[in-house]
């Protein structure tokens, strides 16, 4: 049977069983998709009592190929609210989030303040026919996480109003941390000089960060990694790498490194040099839970900061500002000094 129909089935079956209603106890159940979801969701009701949490998707975790599991899908339908990224970043949960909102279950995509506000970019879908689709990755705009952090806080207050002024007041203390964030990277990543700067990745992940800070995208996959990566995109990214000498190119961790390892081996074999960056950039999915990378500020400034020093490392002038006093969590030493020769592979 096909899984989606499975799923499906799946899900009318638990949704007869236990049909909306979730008042009884104290508890306030709510379910994230992404790693980023379930960081803004942890953030805003820290110190809240009774919420619980469940987070689908770990860390390393492709959220365009992601299939809900059937214990993920149990959760979503016990739950009173549905967070999820939105855009069709969570390509396999379509036939899913609709069944969930006919049954009345409150489906929140943190897209969405950031869509009414204008500031959804376009781009293009790959795949069989180019399309042009919204691109999903609107959160590595520090701005645009700014919106959804404060309308997903007045959704909560709504959902529970007991709790309101706490949410409120969590919300106001992040977007201040966002706005330290902001401007430390953005003064970092604007110092090395426009003609510079490139970031090319694996999958078009990063249009919004490019725009958020001065940076000119090129990738080898399109917005999806749903549309595999064909031999004429390798090659276009290889002549694009060596048209604007190029130096340094960035594996995410959420995607297999080959397609930026062919591209590399192939600008080398034309007499170029270029290598991979001292780390992988967080994608679509952040590092693990207790480490740096694992909260949305870590993931960013990480990502931030690797490029900066991947760039230093080639020889690039790079002024990177000191981390603002206040925002955490505070980058770990190793990661803050890096080691140019360290880069593990290429
Ligand atoms: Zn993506």
Not at 58 to 87: F, K, R, W
Not at 155 to 182: C, G, I, K, S, V
Request: proline share 5%.
């Amino acid at each position: 049977m096909n899984r989606q129909y499975r799923l499906l089935l799946l899900l009318c079956a638990t949704l007869a069983i236990a049909p909306i209603a979730h008042t009884s106890e104290d508890t306030l159940k709510i379910v994230a998709t992404t790693t980023q979801a379930a960081d803004l969701i942890g953030i805003l009701s820290a110190d809240v009592a009774g919420v619980e949490i469940t987070a689908l998707m770990g860390a390393g975790v492709d959220p365009h190929l992601y299939q809900p599991t059937e214990s993920d899908i149990a959760a979503m339908n016990q739950a009173e609210l549905v967070i999820y990224s939105g855009l069709r970043l969570e390509g396999q949960f379509e036939i899913v989030f609709a069944a969930l909102s006919e049954q009345g279950i409150a489906i929140y995509p943190l897209s969405a303040p950031v869509e009414e506000a204008g500031f959804i970019i376009g781009g293009f879908d790959l795949s069989e026919t180019l399309m042009d689709v919204a691109d999903p990755h609107f959160w590595f705009d520090p701005r645009n996480w700014q919106l959804t952090a404060a309308d997903l806080a007045e959704t909560l207050a709504e959902l529970d109003p007991a709790n309101a002024a706490l949410y409120r007041a969590n919300a106001a203390d992040y977007l201040e941390q966002l706005q330290l964030l902001y401007d430390w990277a953005d003064e970092g990543l604007r110092s090395i000089d426009e003609g510079k700067r490139y970031l090319v990745t694996s999958h078009e992940a990063f249009q919004y960060f490019g725009a958020a800070f001065g940076w000119r995208m090129q990738s080898i996959q399109g917005l999806s990694t749903e549309d595999e990566a064909g031999v004429g995109d390798i090659q276009e990214t290889v002549e694009f790498v060596i048209d604007n000498q190029i130096p340094v190119l960035f594996v995410e961790s959420s995607i297999p490194p080959d397609t930026i390892e062919a591209v590399i081996e192939a600008v080398r074999a034309q007499g170029a040099d270029a290598r991979i960056g001292l780390r992988e950039l967080f994608g679509d999915a952040m590092g693990e839970p207790d480490s740096f990378g694992g909260a949305y500020i870590g993931m960013l400034a990480q990502n931030a900061l690797t490029i900066m020093q991947s760039y230093q490392c080639m020889g690039a002038d790079v002024e990177i500002p000191d981390w603002p006093t206040g925002l955490l969590p505070q980058p770990p030493e190793d990661l803050w000094n890096a080691d140019c020769d360290a880069r593990s592979h290429a």
